[in-house]
T-cell receptor, first 111, second 115 residues
């Protein structure tokens, strides 16, 4: 069966520091992958999606970037974090009926 | 553009009460519809789905029917439990075009069930 993992689960970073969040999927090949951010207040914002290695689409101009170095690996990065980057980051892969299956999430606090 | 509107909440119920969380949508095409649940500190879990009009999705005692005529996908459960306390999200997906593969989410509804 398919599984998805994100790490780290929690991190606290100072403003201006770099960021790397990783997401891996097991049990499927060539999945469509997504990064969402959930800020306080519950709403989910699509940040990036990828349909294959090296193929990244950005939904919102921001301080973040994404990369897909391998088929089942999706990385969210920043060179210099801002306070507004705080939030709960969710990685997801897309199933056959268009549903998304989410990872456990990574909670980022920027101080 | 495509959008999803859920009842604001929070919703507070006693155990064994009947639950309805309203969800309506606006879409330019023919969407697939989903309900997700998020327990505290966790990611979202797919609760149920419906891919065409009049389909009924069901799981764990929850049900929702895809109503094209009213553009709705209301979530219902006949008898809630304390363990159902969570945030519930309605979502839609339009396949193809510029909305390729992307889910549009409602704002979420907080449900609290008391013993």
């Amino acid at each position: 069966s398919q599984t998805i993992h994100q790490w780290p689960a929690t991190l606290v970073q100072p403003v201006g520091s770099p960021l790397s969040l990783e997401c891996t999927v097991e049990g499927t090949s060539n999945p469509n992958l997504y990064w969402y951010r959930q800020a306080a207040g519950r709403g989910l914002q699509l940040l990036f999606y990828s349909v294959g290695i090296g193929q990244i689409s950005s939904e919102v101009p921001q301080n973040l970037s994404a990369s897909r170095p391998q088929d089942r690996q999706f990385i969210l990065s920043s060179k210099k974090l801002l306070l507004s980057d705080s939030g709960f980051y969710l990685c997801a892969w897309e199933g056959g009926a268009g549903e998304l299956f989410f990872g456990e999430g990574s909670r980022l606090t920027v101080l | 553009g495509d959008s999803v509107t859920q009842m604001e909440g929070p919703v507070t119920l006693s155990e064994e009460a009947f639950l309805t969380i309203n969800c309506t949508y606006t879409a330019t095409g023919y969407p697939s519809l989903f309900w997700y649940v998020q327990y505290p500190g966790e990611g979202l879990q797919l609760l149920l789905k419906a891919t065409k009009a009049d389909d009924k999705g069901s799981n764990k005692g929850f049900e929702a029917t895809y109503r094209k005529e009213t553009t709705s996908f209301h979530l219902e459960k006949g008898s809630v439990q304390v363990s159902d306390s969570a945030v519930y999200f309605c979502a839609l997906r339009i396949a193809g075009g510029t909305s390729y593969g992307k889910l549009t989410f409602g704002q979420g509804t907080i449900l609290t069930v008391h013993p």
